[in-house]
């Protein structure tokens, strides 16, 4: 009993936000939309699957918030490992094409963290120009065209495969939250990341090794992002140089909303997926609607305002 | 070892850079259980001094003895290995993380059999630690930026000595503090004395000076002064050592 009175009193009103809202959002549509099937399991499930990539990339953008940097490139990534992979794949095995796709993504993690940790530029800037700069890369890789992904042993992995009835895309999901929350917060790299973010003066006067904490973020953010890359290939069949284009702000909400800082030193991996669930449940229930796509555009902006909003002005009681 | 030998031993340490010279022969002895200060007015090298004992500078000239074995820090970490600890006067502390983690803080413990931080030994030491150093702070789990000043400043001053076998170092404890927390912080500082450890404390309060210390080394323009036996002095004479004007009352 005690305890949970001590939970309860240390559980803050920032953290709850998120899931007030997620809360509110629900309950909203599924009240308004409750005859066009916003509540049917095929429908949630749904919002699961298409926002699986969205959460993948949020967990590695937790952990690069939580340590002071940022990531903008990660959507140009995931154009460029899911065209690696399903180039890789028209003539070699499907490992050969898993192994491009994650390596192309660590490989442009690693050369925004070299830049950051190392030469010491601000990681806004470096990622700003390695989005671009990849995201024309993924354009020329196959000259715009669309790549076809045909094995199905891979479709069914990063696509549309169930175990034992769960779609592959769930169990992607949660095998990311479940290790990404363990490692953020039971780690000592979890908690070099956030002492990183928090004051890195303070955590290099304690011997952490802070230039490696920063590529090490940086890194994940890539791989994380090249794995959403073959999550969006194996879904779609298909890879292009669009992919992940419209991902960049969809996941920095999503993440924000979710009580991670943008300064660094604060986050949760929960709360991450909550936010992606949320800007996916938003995309789902004003498509149920029957919004047109330019009033999805500014309703979904202004709910996303008013979240960070409350999420930052809570932060800096 | 006897125990009279000096914990930490530094003989004609001279610090330059470039063609500025920061420390000139530089000498002194510190015991276990002695509280030493380091007095000088602003650019005296106090700092500078501080650095080449934790390690984060090397002394050009000279010869740093750690229980009298001639040692060569590389960083701070091989200082810290050795049992030297600093409190920073920004005390160097994670504001948004609890206490517990900042006490542990590049030092967590993990538990097998994968390595995951055991959280639970760390906050029943942390409390054992701040209970027995009469920290007053609400709980291990609260977060740095909730606690006050001298709060803080007992935190990092408990880290320091978890961790310290032999030295502390401790630059302008008391300087952002009221009245009130700097008597707790002097009274956590002379406690100290009692777990057997060197202590070197630089602080602008001659008076304070003069509460805690056994010895006061003054330094002024990099040179040293004078070491003198703090029962054995007055303020008068420390002040013109530290401003070289002779003849005050």
């Given amino acids: 009993m005690t305890t949970i009175a001590a939970r309860l009193q240390r559980l803050d009103l920032q953290r709850s936000v998120i899931y007030l809202g997620f809360l509110a959002i629900f309950l909203f549509f599924a ?32 952990f690069a918030l939580s340590a002071g940097e940022i990531d903008l490139s990660f959507g140009s990534v995931v154009a460029v490992s899911a065209l690696s992979a399903a180039v890789a794949m028209q003539s070699y095995p499907m490992a050969v094409g898993v192994l491009a796709g994650l390596g192309a993504g660590a490989l442009i993690g690693a050369i925004n963290g070299v830049l950051v940790a190392y030469l010491r530029l601000p990681s806004f800037l470096v990622t700003l120009a390695t989005m671009g700069l990849f995201a024309g890369i993924a354009r020329s890789m196959t000259d715009l065209r669309s790549i076809p992904v045909l094995n199905d042993t891979f479709t069914g992995i990063f696509g549309s495969g169930s175990l034992f009835s769960v779609p592959s895309l769930v169990i992607w999901t949660v095998v990311a939250v479940a290790i990404g929350h363990i490692v953020y917060r039971n780690t000592r790299f979890g908690a070099h990341v956030l002492a990183t973010g928090d004051n890195a003066r303070a955590a290099q006067v304690s011997g952490i090794k802070v230039p490696r904490i920063r590529l090490g973020v940086l890194m994940l953010c890539g791989t994380m992002a090249g794995l959403a890359g073959l999550l969006y290939a194996g879904r779609l069949q298909a890879a292009k140089y669009t992919l992940g284009e419209s991902d960049l702000m969809t996941v920095i909400a999503a993440v924000i909303v979710g009580g991670t800082a943008l300064n660094g030193g604060k986050g949760s991996i929960i709360g991450a997926l909550l936010g992606s669930l949320l800007m996916g449940m938003l995309n789902n229930g004003l498509i149920l609607m029957g919004l047109d796509v330019s009033d999805q555009m500014i309703v979904r902006g202004l709910i996303i305002l008013i979240a960070v909003a409350v999420s930052l002005r809570d932060a800096s009681r | 070892m006897n125990k009279s030998d000096p914990v930490l031993s530094l003989t004609n340490i001279h610090k330059a850079f470039g063609g500025v010279v920061a420390i000139e022969n530089f000498s002194l002895d510190l015991k276990a259980g002695e509280i030493v200060a380091l007095v000088g007015d602003n650019g005296a090298g106090k700092s500078t001094l501080v650095k080449i004992i934790s390690g984060v500078h090397k002394p050009t000239t000279g010869e740093i003895r750690l229980d009298g074995e001639a040692v060569s ?32 803080l590049g030092r967590e413990l993990t538990k097998p059999p994968f390595g995951l931080l055991d959280k639970k030994r760390m906050r029943r030491d942390c409390q054992q630690l701040v209970d027995e150093l009469d920290v007053r702070i609400p709980s291990a789990t609260s977060t740095i930026r909730d606690l006050s000043g001298g709060q803080r400043q007992g935190i990092a001053i408990a880290r320091a000595t978890h961790w310290a076998s032999k030295l502390v170092l401790l630059d302008e404890p008391t300087a952002a503090l009221g009245v009130a927390e700097t ?29 805690l210390s056994d010895r006061i080394c003054v330094l002024r323009r990099g040179q040293q002064i004078g070491v003198r036996e703090t029962a054995q002095t007055d303020k008068n004479e420390i002040v013109s050592m530290i401003t070289g004007v002779s003849g005050s009352a």
């Fill in chain 1, 31 to 62: 009240i308004t939309l409750h005859g066009d099937g916003f509540l049917t399991s095929r429908n949630l499930t749904n919002i699961v699957l298409q926002t699986a990539p969205a959460t993948i990339m949020a967990i590695g953008l937790v």
């Fill in chain 2, 73 to 104: 820090f590389s960083d701070a970490s091989s200082a810290r290995s050795r049992g030297i600890e600093v409190v920073y006067q920004d005390l160097a502390l994670a504001d948004q993380q609890p206490v517990y983690m900042n006490m542990f």
């Fill in chain 2, 183 to 211: 008597a707790k912080v002097e009274k956590l500082v002379a406690s100290l004395k009692e777990k057997n450890l060197a202590i070197l404390i630089i602080s602008h309060s001659l008076d304070q000076v003069f509460r």
